[in-house]
């Protein structure tokens, strides 16, 4: 089986034959590693991006390349090939024109992050790109994050994911200015948070607060599409500070095992959305803004996104 790649045949060849192309985005996450397959469609100046298949694998990359070691371990990197390898069939499977796989905070940091993309590329057949934070939170906007605000509108656009935190000011739907922090779900669990990086973060938000003054901050990752969910909110309807600071008061004394029998939330999920909450509180708490939007997009419906302007620009 061959890499997929970009090919303008089998674009033409669609076109001709009256089929939308497929795109998969591959997000390599320190929690977890997410597979989005998507028919992109332009109507009317418009990009219609319709989810064929969405798969998430927990394998929490995290654990290890920010533990004492700083390395991910074989076992992991077994369970990434094989997760990666059927990711390959199923985008064949899906007929899936081009792809990107995107690797974030965990094999950028890790010790071995560059091997462990060769060696992905050499077993799997999957070529992945390791991004830093700025692009990271570039490429989400991109799937669409605030296109229910005015362009003229600055909005302060927050992405918590397990190995690090991007807080980006973005104005005329252009990015103005972006900070990665090391501060993830992760990392907190797995180590004592940085108290100079936590210093660094809440003087930098409320600098860029008092310079900006965004009308409202945008949430993605998954732990804040979930918060969403845990607090009843429907599309498009924001979450308040005092919704968001009850939730964290009712769970962050439980213990794991209720947050999964009582809350019913995965494993997954159910030790990092404490710290993902605690995040979100403090830049809320900062900037004095009390709405958090919650568009349910992330790193691979950006890519999806970015394959179809490279495939149509």
Known sequence: MQ????????IQLSTVMNLSPNYAGIDIGSNAI????????????????????FVRIPIRLGEDAFGSGGAIGQQ??????????????????????????YATSAMREASNGKEVASLINQEAGIDVRIIDGQTEAE??????????????????????????????????????????FKLGTVRMLQQK?????????KNWVKSIANTYKP??????????????????????EPILFNEMRKLHEKIKDLSIEDRII??????????????????????????????????KVGLADGIVRELYYLAHR
């Not at 992991?76 to 990107?100: E, P, Q």
């Open 215 to 236: 009308k409202a901050i945008i949430g993605t990752g998954g732990n804040i599409n979930k918060i969403q969910k845990m607090i009843n909110k429907r599309s498009k």
């Open 262 to 295: 009582k809350l019913s939330l995965s494993e997954s999920r159910a030790d990092v959305i404490v710290p993902a909450l605690q995040i979100f509180l403090a830049v809320m708490k900062i900037t004095e803004i009390d709405e958090v939007y919650v568009p």
């Open 76 to 101: 992991k990197i077994t369970n990434l090939v094989n997760a990666l390898t059927g990711f390959r069939y199923l985008m064949k499977t899906y007929n899936v024109i081009d792809y990107k796989a």
């Open 34 to 53: 997410r597979l989005l397959i998507a028919n992109a469609v332009e109507e009317n100046d418009y990009i219609n991006i319709t989810k064929k298949l």
């Open 3 to 10: 890499k997929l790649g970009r090919s303008q045949k089998i």
């Open 139 to 180: 490429v989400i906007y991109t799937a669409g994050a605030a296109t229910d605000f005015n362009k003229k509108t600055n909005v302060m656009y927050v992405d918590v994911g397990g190995g690090s935190t991007e807080v980006t000011i973005f104005r005329d739907n252009k990015k103005t200015d972006s900070r990665s």
């Open 193 to 201: 948070p940085d108290e100079q990086e936590i210093a660094e973060l």
